[in-house]
């Protein structure tokens, strides 16, 4: 997995990163630091419909940014994605604040989360998620 870009407050642990997962095993180390509450944002298609001043009704697909807030959280091995559903916590000129949605995280596919203390992660009971998704063991990658 790539670290894009990290930045996390070092008075209180509050912050984001940006990864690239490129392996399933990376998707599987994401489902497990995810937690609810957190903000996960990430392009996604949405269906937009617009209504002429005819009257006459049109829609298409657009593909845009959400930052949606967890609150339900999969992980599809044979598909390898992980879905997770939430509400839209960031404005959007086609997607009304509050309304619920799904992103979908895949392989080869840019995403951030955002965390209010990154510090949580440590306090996990498992030492080989530790181990593996420590923030302090992620180092960018230059292109």
């Not at 095993?25 to 489902?31: G, I, N, P, R």
Request: glycine share 4%.
């Amino acid at each position: 997995m790539k670290l894009l870009k990290k930045q996390i407050s070092a008075k209180d642990g509050s912050g984001y990163i940006s990864l690239l997962p490129s392996t399933p095993e990376d998707l599987w180390h994401t489902y497990n630091l995810l937690q609810k509450g957190d903000k996960v944002r990430c392009t996604t298609l949405r269906k937009v419909t617009k209504e002429s001043s005819t009257g006459s009704v049109t829609s298409s697909k657009v593909r845009m940014n959400l930052t949606i807030e967890v609150t339900k959280l999969e992980f599809f091995q044979d598909s390898l994605e992980v879905r997770i559903s939430g509400p839209n916590v960031a404005e959007s000129q086609h997607v009304r604040m509050g309304a619920f949605h799904t992103l979908t995280l895949e392989l080869d596919r840019q995403f951030s989360i955002e965390k209010d203390c990154w510090d949580q992660v440590t306090k996990m009971p498992n030492p080989y998620l530790i181990m593996h998704t420590s923030l302090h063991s992620l180092t960018p990658t230059l292109n």
